[in-house]
């Protein structure tokens, strides 16, 4: 759908669709352990030193440098974790449409997210242990995080959307600084709790185990469902909307 035509309706939908991206990437990154050497600082101290510093960080920014040449960073959905020193493009350029106010574009807080991300979440929906797959843990991490910074980063366009909805609502908040009061004006309640039960369903449709005979899956999952709710109800939705408030403070700039 071209940009100007975006409405709330459609940016939720998208929202819906990341759902899946989000909970197929926790099931494949709860098939591991927690993993911990793929987040230790020394990790490498006796490689041969073509990088230092935790595994995941070296496969995220190599990736990220990759990515970077082949365009992907001139999307504006998309947003790096290393932004310094990205590599340009190689790619033609593609003529993306401008959408979003650009004073405001510019947001990142994917560090908010990597943050989040390994030392709030990963405890939340994997199981202790080691079982020295820290290369593939770090790639199923990756989409982990993409996904998420993604879906949260989408908070822009919910937030263009919105004001381009009803400016004449937002505008006073905005000169006021007033966060709490934006925060009150984004704030769809009916619609959160619809994402939470959405999820959670989706986390038990998604992570069955699947058998030809008849038994069930006796109640298993490969993610928790009330989980997969809780991660979304805590953190996801909050940094969601921690977007879309900053996004609409720089709205009139
Ligand atoms: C994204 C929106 O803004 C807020 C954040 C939500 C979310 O992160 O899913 C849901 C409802 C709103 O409270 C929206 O209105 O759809």
Redo the contacts with the bound molecule.
């Keep these: 759908m071209a940009r100007n035509c975006l409405t709330?309706e459609s940016v939720?939908h998208s929202?819906i669709r990341q759902e899946d991206s989000i909970i197929f990437g926790l099931i494949e990154r709860a098939h591991f352990p927690i993993n911990f050497p793929t987040y230790s600082q020394s990790y490498v101290s006796n490689s041969l030193h073509t990088f230092s510093g935790p595994l995941l960080r070296f496969v995220v920014k190599e990736t990220e440098a990759l990515l970077a040449k082949a365009g992907r960073y001139a999307n504006p959905e998309e947003h790096p974790f290393f932004p310094e020193d990205l590599p340009p493009s190689v790619v033609p350029p593609h003529n993306f449409e401008k959408f979003l106010h650009p004073p405001a574009a510019s947001i990142n807080i994917n560090k908010d997210i990597w943050d989040t991300y390994i030392n709030k979440l990963l405890q939340l929906f994997v199981t202790p242990g080691d079982d020295g797959n820290y290369a593939s843990t770090a790639a199923s991490d990756l989409l982990c995080l993409q996904a998420l910074s993604r879906r949260i980063h989408y908070?822009k366009l919910?937030a263009e959307v919105k004001f381009r909805e009803s400016p004449q609502e937002y505008e006073p908040a905005i000169r006021a600084k007033d966060r709490d009061t934006l925060m009150k004006l984004?704030?769809?309640?009916k619609?959160?709790e619809a994402?939470m039960k959405r999820v959670a369903k989706k986390a038990m449709m998604f992570g069955q185990e699947v058998t030809l005979n008849k038994d069930g899956n006796d109640g298993k999952y490969k993610v928790d469902p009330s989980v997969v709710s809780r991660l979304y109800g805590d953190w996801?939705?909050p940094l969601?909307?921690h977007v879309?408030v900053e996004y609409l403070l720089r709205r009139l700039d």
């Design positions: 709330l939720r929202l908070g919910v984004l704030t769809f309640e619609v959160e994402v996801i939705m969601t909307k879309e």
